[in-house]
């Protein structure tokens, strides 16, 4: 049977449209399988680290969120699968540099508040397309992504305030949101969604008895430049509300095609960087 692994015209057009879409897709069993066992791998591994916080799990060398990653994780991110459909929507030359597992724990699993990804990361000019995978279900009981549809259109970052709750996950949060218009992104193991750098996203606490583990990787086409330089305003508002984040150290690799922006591959590769 042929596996179904591209979007469709009508789910392109949703992308650009709504900023987010849940394709008719699922991971084959045996890779849901493995990444499932790399997350608990990786949850048991670091018992000092919030499991909503478990930022680059694809990075062996470590350099972020006093995270050693490993393979499992680098491997899955070149998952033809995955990157084909990547390709349909930021082109042919792609470039891993984040992931991030959120994986909140029955009862007490911290809230994401609304937020757009791209107030913090150093991309010129910005572009980057996340790939969200539900390792478990993923739906409003046991506290799903949630998005505001088309809040990526007009191409800007909104107004961010620093959010310091210990019940949240991130420490920026967008004010004044209309939740009305929002719209849950429910999964079901296996399946993945897609969303814009610019959409406007966040989700409620993890109450119920049910873990929640989403596993997010961050691609950017190799036409933009990933900056290290230490002013960079994502860099400087970074050292703020993430400490932990090292982006200009962070390793990045060039997964698919050509890098067309002058990018640096080197820096951060290597055990002498953990």
């Not at 997350?39 to 499991?51: E, G, Q, Y």
């Not at 508040?113 to 993923?138: F, M, N």
């Not at 929002?182 to 996203?201: C, W």
Request: some cysteine; aromatic content about 8%; glycine content about 8%.
């Amino acid at each position: 049977m042929t596996r179904k692994t591209l979007l469709s015209d009508a789910e392109i057009a949703q992308y650009h449209d709504e900023g987010l879409v849940i394709p008719d897709y699922r991971l084959p069993d045996d890779v849901l399988a493995g990444l499932g066992r790399a997350v608990d791998r990786l949850i048991r591994d670091h018992p000092d680290v919030r499991p909503e916080q478990l930022s680059g799990p694809h990075n062996p060398f470590g350099q972020s969120a006093r995270l050693l990653g490993n393979h499992d994780f680098l491997g899955f991110c070149q998952f033809p699968e995955i990157l084909d459909m990547v390709e349909q929507l930021i082109g042919p030359d792609i470039i891993l540099w984040g992931s991030m597992l959120f994986a909140k724990p029955p009862k007490d699993g911290k809230a994401v508040p609304w937020h757009q990804d791209g107030q913090y990361w150093p991309i010129e000019p910005l572009a980057t397309v996340t790939v969200r995978v539900a390792i478990d279900g993923s739906d409003p009981e046991n506290g799903c992504m949630r998005y505001i549809p088309g809040s990526h259109r007009d191409k800007n970052l909104g107004r961010h305030e620093v959010a310091d709750r210990e019940d949240f996950a991130i420490k920026q949060s967008m004010p004044d949101i209309d939740e009305s218009v929002a719209r849950d992104v429910v999964l079901e193991p296996g399946q993945i969604s897609l969303h814009d750098v610019y959409t406007i996203h966040g989700s409620n606490h993890n109450r119920s008895g049910k873990r929640r583990a989403d596993y997010a990787i961050r691609y950017m086409p190799a036409t933009s430049l990933y900056d290290r330089r230490e002013d960079h305003p994502a860099t400087a508002y970074a050292r703020v509300v993430s400490p932990t984040m090292n982006y200009p150290l962070r390793p990045i690799w060039l997964v698919r095609g050509q890098d067309r922006a002058g990018n640096d591959f080197q820096v951060g590769h290597g055990a002498s960087a953990a």
